[in-house]
Structure formats: structure tokens, C-alpha cells
């Protein structure tokens, strides 16, 4: 089942800060974060595999609440860089290697 | 190398037609993935292989045929499809879920095929 992923679009000025938002009904394995800009491929930012567990990567990072199955996606003092559509994609225990994304979020980050 | 790597990139082809798509990894990854995208949505996951063998099946219909012929190839043959078909294919691999938890179980991502049918 697909994850659900909010807000659906985001418009930042150069360094302001953004949190994106994915909830799961089922029961997770892991939680990915992937971007994508328009005309690539998706591209890995980080994966989440335990409850509370925080992965960072520059100045993006994330965090996983196992108990709601919900993952957030922290974008701190955004660069022009960051836009594009971010995704998250979800593994529920129990089904094997099997990605489901999320609708996605579109950024756009202005100078 | 960390790449996958797919051809062609881009593809015309008729509704009668019998085409290939191609995708290539050697990263040592043993799950490999074939997803469909269309435009403005998510990719949708249509099959997985794992260790070269199919183990899940979307139920995408069979005009799609996928095969895996080693651990670093894999092809989705096409045949008969429709207009509403026509979609970027990516192709991504990853590590096996069953790996110790030391390794990156990210996936990484083809540039895509852009297929349309005419």
C-alpha cells in the first residue's frame, strides 16, 4: 500500500528550512528517501531501518517513529540544489525487497 | 561502479512491435527492479528478481516479459503494447534485505528508457 506523503508542493526562498512528511498503515521495515529532478533518475538520499533512528546527510536529515510509521524528511537552510521531487519509499516487514513510493513532494527553492 | 546503467535511453516503437529494454549493474547487488513512471507520479513497481529469480509480479500484464539472465543483466521484452504504455521505464538494483545491516540497502537507480508508443 502506498505511503502518504505531505505537502504535496513547497516553495522556499534560499536558506529556509522545510520539513516533508510520510506515514505508512502498515507495519515498516525501512524507510527511503529519494530525489528526483525533472528529467533523472531517483536518486538515494538516506534510509531509515529502526525506530528513532536519525540519518543525516549535509543538511538533510531524517527521522523514523516506528510506533506510527512515520517518517519526516528535514531540510535545513535550503540551497537551490534541493529542488526537485522528493519521494519516500517504504518496506513493510515481512514482504520482502518490495519499494513502494510515496506521491511525492515538489520543491522549489528560489534564490 | 556504482552506476546502473539502461538502454536505450529513449524508444519509439508501434503497437505491433517486439522491443527490448536493457539494464546493467556491477555493484554485486542481487535484487534488481523494474519500475514504470509516468509523468508527475511516483515510480510504480511492476517486477522484482531476486538472486535471478522472479519473486514478485505486480500483475502487470503480460505484454511485459522480464528476464534475468545473470546476476548483473536484466531485460523487460515488450510486445503488443499500447498507447498507454508509453511511460519512463527505470530499471534499479540494491542489496538483498538479508544482508548483515552494515550494507546499504538504498537502491540505485537507471537514468530510465523513455518509451512511447505510437
Known amino acids: 500500500q502506498q505511503p502518504v506523503q505531505s505537502p504535496q508542493a513547497v516553495i522556499l526562498r534560499e536558506g529556509e528550512d522545510a520539513v516533508i512528511n510520510c506515514s505508512s498503515s502498515k507495519a515498516l521495515y525501512s524507510v527511503h528517501w529519494y530525489r528526483q529532478k525533472h528529467g533523472e533518475a531517483p536518486v538515494f538520499l538516506m534510509i531509515?531501518?529502526?525506530?528513532?533512528e536519525q540519518k543525516g546527510h549535509e543538511k538533510i536529515s531524517a527521522s523514523f517513529n516506528e510506533k506510527k510509521q512515520q517518517s519526516s524528511l528535514y531540510l535545513t537552510a535550503s540551497q537551490l540544489s534541493y529542488s526537485g521531487t522528493y519521494f519516500c519509499g517504504t518496506e513493510i516487514i515481512n514482504a520482502g525487497n518490495m519499494l513502494t513510493f510515496g506521491g511525492g513532494t515538489r520543491l522549489m527553492v528560489k534564490p | 561502479d556504482t552506476e546502473v546503467t539502461q538502454t536505450p535511453k529513449h524508444l519509439v516503437m508501434g503497437m505491433t512491435n517486439k522491443k527490448s529494454l536493457k539494464c546493467e549493474q556491477h555493484?554485486?547487488?542481487?535484487?534488481m527492479y523494474w519500475y514504470k513512471q509516468k509523468a508527475k507520479k511516483p515510480p510504480e513497481l511492476m517486477f522484482v528478481?531476486?538472486?535471478?529469480?522472479?519473486?514478485i509480479n505486480e500483475s502487470v500484464p503480460s505484454r511485459f516479459s522480464p528476464e534475468c539472465p545473470n546476476s548483473s543483466l536484466l531485460n523487460l521484452h515488450l510486445h503488443a503494447l499500447q498507447p498507454e504504455d508509453s511511460a519512463l521505464y527505470l530499471c534499479a538494483s540494491s542489496q538483498e534485505r538479508n544482508r548483515p545491516r552494515k550494507f546499504n540497502y538504498g537502491y540505485t537507480f537507471g537514468s530510465g528508457t523513455r518509451l512511447t508508443v505510437v
Open positions: 528478481y531476486s538472486y535471478e529469480k522472479l519473486s
Open positions: 555493484m554485486g547487488h542481487r535484487a
Open positions: 531509515l531501518l529502526k525506530g528513532g
